[in-house]
Nanobody
């Protein structure tokens, strides 16, 4: 079973920075597309950024130019570097993995897992 461990959340003032990490444990021979979502109180969960196993990345318009996603395939860990944080970035941030590695022998292609979330709070 794939288990996701998120870390790096916290409280910062507007303009500050945080770095989130999402480590996928179990089945370390497999690689995953890794995606960050966030959910603010009273709002729907929204896409933030994604990194594919080939290194391709996408960002939501609201974070483009401020956030940078990266992935260490050897460690099955994704990072989200968040700069110039704004109060509207305040949310619970969740990591999702989708197994898209054609060489993975242990999981069904498309197997999806979610982390428990890490809280980010930005004060003005």
């Amino acid at each position: 079973q794939v288990h996701l461990v998120e870390s790096g959340g916290g409280s910062v003032q507007a303009g500050g920075s945080l770095r989130l990490s999402c480590a996928a444990t179990g089945y370390t021979d497999c690689r995953y597309d890794m995606t960050w979502y966030r959910q603010a109180p009273g709002k729907d969960r929204e896409f933030v950024s994604e990194v594919h196993i080939d290194g391709a990345t996408t960002y939501s318009d609201s974070v483009k130019g401020r956030f940078t996603i990266s992935q260490n395939n050897a460690k099955n860990t994704a990072y989200l570097e968040m700069n110039s944080l704004r109060p509207e970035d305040t949310a619970m941030y969740y990591c999702k993995t989708v197994m898209t590695d054609p060489n993975c022998l242990w999981l069904v292609y498309g197997t999806t897992n979610w982390g428990q979330g890490t809280q980010v709070t930005v004060s003005s």
